[in-house]
């Protein structure tokens, strides 16, 4: 008979390897060396990169042998028509059928599954998403929409589910449909136009009050999104003060976002018994280059942590504290790999 295309491979130990399929993303699973049953991290890479890049520059596989917990790394499925629309392989977060229990998401939600069933050491519980860029906007998505997969996700610049739409990727403003006669969103945002989101969020959702309002009605968006699916999902936005491609106030439309729903999802009612204003502030300085980072966390009424934003200092558009070996990092910022675990470690221990 001839092999399965579409089962896991090993890459070295540890390590396996998933070929895309066609419900499914491929990525590659690390899985530490030992007995016992490990928690689940899903890492997704940022457009202009792959599962093996991010993985070197994150190092969550480096910190998963060190603390107790397994990493996926899913990678979006490059194709010739894909490269047409989508050239520099972003997660297709702004593409409405990817803003809901389908599309890419579930494709996503599917090679989850795969690692479940390849590995008798993944905890059959819920998982843990963290991502970067395009793959933060990913995170984000599979937090509000799949509360009874994701525990927890963590947000490296990204932004807030729904906070750009096409009706379709091949609609999302390409000159190559425009050539070929097909209906175009001029307006929408893609990879080739970085600039509109700049515009959105230095512009319309600038002021504080704005992005508030506009944190609110997302919410809303997803809550309809996730249809009968419930439960609370903690997040952790993690955003540069300096980042020249995804403004910084992209963050503060997430995290009222996530307060909105932890309100809902907390008593069943939008009666404000999660506080819009942080339980608690701090300021310290970390990484090698002793960026200045703030952090605010939110508490529902039961005094549960629902949201931690930090704010770092000098960081551009980067994984903060990540390995030069991987693009996109920042090697002298605070290690945002690390804070990203023990975000992900509190939740664990309090479930």
Not at 301 to 315: C, P, Q, T
Not at 318 to 343: H, I, K, M, R, V
Request: with cysteine; net charge neutral; glycine share 10%.
């Amino acid at each position: 008979m001839p092999a399965d295309s579409s089962a896991p491979t090993s890459v070295k130990k540890g390590w396996r390897r998933f070929p895309a399929t066609e419900t499914s993303v491929g990525g590659v699973l690390f899985v530490p060396p030992g007995r016992k049953r490990l928690p689940l991290v899903v890492a997704l890479h940022g457009c202009n990169q792959n599962a093996a890049d991010f993985a070197m520059g994150a190092g969550f596989a480096e910190l998963a042998e060190q603390e107790g917990f397994a990493v996926l790394f899913p990678e979006t499925t490059r194709t010739r028509e894909s490269v047409e629309f989508n050239p520099f392989g972003c997660w297709i977060w702004w593409a409405k059928e990817n803003q809901a229990r389908g599309g890419q998401t579930a494709q996503v939600i599917e090679l989850i599954d795969r690692a479940k069933e390849a590995s008798s050491r993944l905890s059959a519980g819920r998982v843990y998403v963290a991502g970067f860029s395009s793959g933060a906007a990913m995170a984000a998505i599979l937090g509000c929409v799949y509360p009874d997969y994701v525990a927890a996700f963590a947000s490296h610049a990204g932004v807030a589910f729904a906070a750009a739409e096409a009706a379709t990727p091949t609609e999302a403003g390409l000159l190559v449909a425009e050539l070929e006669g097909k209906p175009v969103n001029k307006k929408a945002f893609t990879p080739l136009n970085l600039g509109k989101i700049k515009a959105w969020s230095k512009g319309a959702m600038s002021a504080m009050k704005e992005a508030e309002a506009a944190g609110e009605h997302k919410a809303m968006k997803a809550l309809e999104a996730r249809g009968e699916a419930e439960g609370e999902v903690p997040a952790l936005i993690v955003h540069g003060d300096r980042d020249d491609v995804v403004d910084r106030t992209n963050a503060k439309v997430l995290l009222y976002q996530v307060l909105r729903i932890a309100d809902i999802v907390d008593t069943g009612a939008n009666d404000q018994s999660v506080n819009k204003r942080a339980n608690s502030k701090t300021e310290k300085t970390g990484g090698s280059g002793d960026y200045k980072m703030t952090t605010w966390e939110y508490h529902d009424s039961k005094d549960r942590l629902v949201a931690r934003r930090v704010k770092i200092g000098r960081l551009g558009h980067a994984w903060s504290g990540g390995s030069p070996a991987g693009t996109y990092t920042d090697p002298e910022g605070p290690n945002a790999t690390q804070l990203t675990w023990d975000f992900f470690k509190a939740m664990l221990e309090r479930e």
